[in-house]
């Protein structure tokens, strides 16, 4: 764990007013924001671009189409109800099994039709919403995690976050849900962040709750050393996101389903920074390596190849 300002300034650690003020507001242009912001426009984006995304069964957009929700979801045996707009996976239903009139969550609970559009009133309300704005809550294809994952994940669904800067894939970390995060792969509801390699694909050691870990708190299994399968698909999916959006400075997020292999799940125009101690390396020294050399990476294929080369561990 990083404990103090000469280790972090050796370790050319970014912090969060570097962050805002040299890439963030620097390298995305506020008009921007929407794009990544709202999840619809964003799976939309992506779809055009021939990118891989999990499957849109619906939308609803006002209180009155909530009467609807029951017969769109029964032609469904599992799905996740989320906000176009929310952040920090709040407001985030995954169900797992749909029994007609009861719908199970990957922890065993069941709930009701009631329950179900009581929380898509909330999503349309804003309550998850940046900002608080009214929203629209998505029904999509539910992923089904690579088998690569079983050992090292409760429940839920891993995702893998990659950072971009100026179409250059510079670091990366698959976050792992636990019991504490109620099968959720958000790092601030206690999942854990294993870093990986960029050269490689293999994981290295992981943060939870901001300390430095080595084996699942769950599970007890090793979190270090599994190669991600269709790396090479990862860092493609990542690279052209920086066409997809124009945003220089961005996080991916991508999911690797047993089916359909890697899909983008969503975009992220302000990435955490935890992402540097999963790594146990700052993100100064790769952004700025990215800054001196871009103009001359014409291509993703160019973008990749000097990320496994500069950025490997």
């Not at 559009?117 to 998505?138: E, T």
């Not at 790769?286 to 800054?291: D, K, S, T, Y």
């Amino acid at each position: 764990m990083f404990v103090t300002l000469s280790k972090l300034v050796q370790k050319k650690v970014l912090g969060i007013n570097q962050r805002n003020a040299d890439y963030i507001l620097k390298y995305n242009p506020r008009p921007l924001y929407p794009l990544v912001d709202d999840k619809l426009l964003t799976k939309k984006l992506a779809i055009e671009a021939g990118m891989n995304v999990p499957q849109l069964y619906g939308v609803i957009e006002v209180q009155h189409q909530r009467r609807e929700l029951a017969t769109l979801l029964n032609k469904h045996s599992d799905f996740v109800i989320k906000p176009a707009c929310g952040s920090g996976g709040n407001g985030i239903l995954v169900i797992q099994e749909n029994k007609k009139d009861k719908y199970r969550k990957p922890n065993g609970m069941f709930l009701t039709e009631v329950d179900l559009k009581f929380h898509v009133s909330n999503i349309i309300s804003g309550m998850y919403s940046l900002g608080g704005h009214p929203d629209k809550a998505i029904i999509e294809y539910r992923i089904q995690p690579d088998p690569v994952f079983e050992s090292i994940s409760y429940q839920g669904v891993p995702d893998i976050r990659i950072i971009v800067f100026l179409g250059v894939p510079v670091m990366s970390m698959v976050r792992l849900p636990t019991f504490m995060s109620d099968g959720k792969a958000n790092l601030h509801q206690g999942a854990i962040g294993a870093g990986i390699d960029i050269g490689t694909g293999k994981t290295l050691s992981a943060v939870y709750f901001d300390e430095i870990i080595y084996e699942h708190p769950n599970t007890g299994n090793s979190v270090v050393g599994i190669q991600i399968p269709e790396w090479d698909k990862f860092l493609n999916l990542a690279t052209r996101c920086y066409e997809l959006t124009g945003l220089g400075y961005q996080g991916v997020d991508i999911v690797l389903d047993k089916n359909y292999g890697p899909m983008i799940l969503e975009l992220n125009a302000r990435p955490g920074l935890n992402i540097q101690i999963a790594n146990n390396v700052g993100l100064l020294e790769r952004l700025e390596i990215v800054e001196k050399n871009w103009k001359d990476l014409k291509s993703a294929s160019e973008r990749i190849d000097f990320a496994k080369k500069h950025f490997k561990v």
